[in-house]
């Protein structure tokens, strides 16, 4: 599985971004779809999940605010961010694993290139 994210950019705070990671491969819908972040100086960051039959998983930060969805027959997975704050300032990566949910960056088999979301105060 090869990923493209996109997406990413420069916004003020309480402004909303649109992320997309693109899929390549016929079992696109077999795998959990991740987003991470990394800011400068820590580690990368579990953000949301979403199962290819659609269960999701946010991790606190960001419940309420983020939004993650995936169209199969695109093999698309979006993370929609809105209330978007300075501490949410990071590189965002999608990534995929096969089985079930995992945590940890480490557990992932596939990896996008990475988009840069800054968010001024």
């Known amino acids: 599985v090869q990923l493209q994210a996109s997406g990413g950019g420069l916004v003020q705070a309480g402004g909303s971004l649109r992320l997309s990671c693109a899929a390549s491969?016929?079992?696109?819908?077999?795998?959990?779809m991740s987003w991470f972040r990394q800011a400068p100086g820590k580690e990368r960051e579990f953000v949301a999940a979403?199962?290819?039959?659609?269960?999701?998983y946010y991790t606190e930060a960001v419940k309420g605010r983020f939004t993650i969805s995936r169209d199969n027959a695109k093999n698309t997975v979006y993370l929609q961010m809105n209330s978007l704050k300075p501490e949410d300032t990071a590189v965002y990566y999608c990534?995929?694993?096969?089985?079930?949910?995992?945590?940890?960056?480490?557990?992932?088999?596939?990896w996008g290139q990475g988009t840069q979301v800054t968010v001024s105060s």
């Open positions: 979403i199962s290819g039959g659609g269960t999701i």
């Open positions: 990534a995929a694993v096969g089985g079930r949910i995992r945590y940890a960056a480490q557990s992932y088999d596939y």
């Open positions: 491969g016929r079992t696109f819908s077999s795998y959990y």
